[in-house]
């Protein structure tokens, strides 16, 4: 009996630690209007800026991965992931489409 309520506690604090961090996401992101409101983390440094494309420095960015919590995030905004093609990622929500361009400490955002 000791070793099922165990279970429960343990099962209940996971369950309950992914609920917060999935509800509290949101505070370590932006939106960018012009890119469809497209998140970008609150940390990263705007680096370029073009019409069509910002680029970013983000210390999270290792180049070869979208990190768990920014797909959290993009997931949670209502972007589906449709390609991967080595360091690009490509997003869709409804019509629009984003690039996300990794490299190491480093984002861009393409229209």
């Known amino acids: 009996m000791k ?15 992914g609920v917060y961090y999935y509800v509290n996401v949101d505070k370590d992101y932006v939106y960018l209007h012009e890119f469809y409101d497209f998140p970008i983390p609150k940390e990263a440094t705007l680096e370029s800026e073009s ?49 996300l361009s990794l490299a190491n400490k480093y984002i861009g955002v393409l229209k």
């Open 3 to 17: 070793r099922i309520l165990a279970w429960i506690v343990a099962l209940a604090l996971l369950i309950g630690t």
């Open 51 to 99: 019409a069509n494309g910002n680029g970013f420095t983000w210390g999270k960015s290792t180049g070869t991965e979208v990190p768990l919590g920014y797909r959290i995030m993009i997931k949670k905004s209502g972007w589906k992931q449709v390609k991967m093609d080595g360091h690009n990622v490509i997003y869709k929500k409804d019509d629009k489409v984003i690039n």
